[in-house]
């Protein structure tokens, strides 16, 4: 029998795994804000931990650069655990061995309970937002090897592209994205590969043709240096029905002229779809003061650490999108956002719509666990149609298409 875990359960299993010490961590830190209170005024731990991306991308980057401010200035320690894929990532989310994860679409995926997350172990998750990194890179792209012959996403047909074993976003956005051309994954040869560098490395080495990832994203720097060399396929926004075609995959995918990047060129950019990377989300229940207190140092702070990692630009307080989002924020996140004044009526109504939209799903999941079969595919088949079902009846969008 499966029982879901209550709030008060999760929050003293996440104190015992992080008193615990279970993982060695590596260090960065928090710091304090200038012309504000100390961090122990702020409430602000000691430790803060978040999950990121492997060490060597853009996300990992970020974190780090956060942190040196956080600890120099703070004396709090942030300490980032790298996960190789999505479902790592928010595993030690979920279990309290972090506080924070800075990842991609897969806090979408998790809140949706589809995908790796429509497995009984998880189901939809009360995922809350921080903060987004809209950058003037991009968040995911595809990357060809320029010795490929591809020019457009319509030459990508019957050439080898990577799918990351675990990582449901990375392998839905490149979906998405082939779909831009009207393209499955029928249409190219698919080379599964390890993890996020080791679909570079594919690439790198011959063994595959294209590779998503955001597109500032160190390894790609590697692919440019190579005898293979770098080429971005572009998606002009001018055709309107590809454009719809990626949307209706990933509505929170937006055209975007990227300028930061290897092989890009910063006057002229490339046209290609963003969305926030990294999205910092933690789960419903972590303390408010400490939402709040990284909310504000990460602000604050934008001039010290902007230009310190790939993409770092993207992190500006003014660029946070707030009606566009997908996932509600956190209460301490909004707390700082109407102490500055940019919590708008059109970001409140659209909190409450995503509020919604996550009691909708968390109920159709209690609803379907007492009778679900067994089986593990009979399981996810069933719950994923019993969830497209209570999201229909109550006129929401039920992003079938990704699954």
């Known amino acids: 029998m499966v029982t879901l875990v209550s709030p008060l359960i999760r929050r003293t299993l996440r104190f015992s795994f992080l008193t615990a010490g279970l993982f060695a961590l590596s260090a960065c830190g928090v710091e304090e804000l200038p012309e ?3 961090a122990g005024q702020l409430n602000m731990p000691q430790t803060v931990a978040w999950s990121a991306y492997p060490t060597g991308t853009g996300g990992y980057s970020q974190a780090v650069a956060i942190g040196n401010i956080l600890q120099r200035q703070y004396g709090v320690n942030l300490r ?13 989310l979920n279990a309290g061995r972090v506080n924070m994860s800075a990842g991609g679409s897969e806090a979408v995926y998790a809140q949706e309970g589809i995908l790796n997350f429509a497995a009984r172990i998880w189901g939809p998750q009360p995922i809350r937002a921080l ?3 809209f950058s003037t890179s991009c968040s995911f792209s595809l990357a060809t090897a320029a010795d490929a012959d591809i020019r457009t996403v319509d030459d990508i047909k019957g050439k080898r592209v990577t799918f990351v074993q675990g990582a449901p976003s990375l392998n839905n956005a490149t979906t998405a994205l082939l779909a831009y051309a009207n393209l499955t994954w029928d249409d190219v040869e698919r080379i599964d590969v390890g993890g996020y560098n080791a679909s570079i490395d594919a690439v790198i080495n011959n063994r595959a043709d294209v590779a998503g990832g955001a597109c500032n994203s160190p390894p790609f720097m590697r692919l440019d240096s190579s005898p293979r060399g770098l080429f971005w396929v572009e998606f002009p926004p001018d055709d309107a029905e590809a454009v719809e075609r990626v949307r209706s ?12 990047g290897p092989a890009i060129d910063v006057n002229t950019g490339i046209e290609v779809f963003t969305s926030a990377y990294p999205l910092l989300v933690a789960m419903d229940d972590l303390d408010q003061d400490m939402v709040y207190g990284m909310t504000k140092v990460i602000a604050v702070h934008y001039d010290e650490y902007k230009n ?11 660029g946070q999108q707030l009606e566009n989002a997908f996932i509600p924020y956190h209460e301490g996140a909004i707390r700082y956002f109407k102490e500055i004044g940019i919590w708008s009526p059109e970001a409140e109504s659209k909190q409450q719509d995503n509020l919604f939209r996550q009691q909708v799903l968390m109920e159709a999941w209690q609803e379907y666990l007492p009778g679900a079969p067994e089986d593990r595919a009979a399981f996810e088949a069933g719950w994923l149609a019993h969830r497209e079902q209570a999201l229909e009846a109550r006129g929401l969008i039920t992003l079938a298409e990704t699954q």
């Open 308 to 318: 310190s990692a790939p993409g770092a630009n993207g992190w500006r307080i003014n």
């Open 36 to 38: 504000n209170p100390p």
């Open 131 to 133: 903060l987004s990194n």
């Open 80 to 92: 980032v655990v790298p996960g190789r894929n999505d479902v790592s990532r928010l595993a030690t």
């Open 249 to 260: 995959r990933l509505p929170w995918y937006v055209p975007h002229v990227a300028t930061e």
